[in-house]
């Protein structure tokens, strides 16, 4: 049987070549080539300041070399389709942080007890959960 021979590619790993984009009266941008996904990504830097985008450039990089995911923090799922846990977290730095500690603290409660009823993975799940309880709309 005969050995198949390898193309350069097929063994050469090299991380995705990151580039800064300068639109015109907008932030600047990060951007690749996917290999994975198959398409352009684009992070924006928040600000048109030229180290700050070589700072993101280079941690980008970096992080292409090493495997690790390039997205910021947040989760790149939005509405009905962002994890339980995701949506958790956001809700609590964003909206109980706001309250009162004692409007902040019977709200996680609700919610927890909502979550061992329900069990959602995601918040379309718990979303779709609520007319069963009489609870939604």
């Not at 690749?32 to 990089?61: F, H, M, W």
């Not at 846990?85 to 609700?110: V, W």
């Amino acid at each position: 049987m005969a050995k198949k021979k390898l193309r350069r590619r097929e063994f050469d790993s090299k991380p995705p070549k990151v580039r800064i984009a300068r639109p015109s009266g907008r932030p600047f941008q990060v951007c690749y080539d996917c290999p994975v996904q198959k398409r352009q990504v684009r992070i924006s830097v928040g600000s048109r300041n030229d180290v700050e985008a070589e700072r993101l450039k280079a941690e980008t990089e970096a992080k292409l070399l090493l495997g690790i995911s390039t997205h910021s923090a947040g989760s790149s799922a939005y509405g009905q389709e962002i994890p339980w846990s995701d949506f958790r977290e956001e809700y609590t730095i964003r909206h109980l942080a706001t309250l009162r500690d004692s409007s902040a603290d019977d709200a996680e409660n609700r919610l927890d007890i909502a979550e061992r009823i329900l069990s959602p993975r995601t918040l379309g799940e718990f979303a779709s959960g609520l007319p069963i309880f009489g609870l939604g709309y």
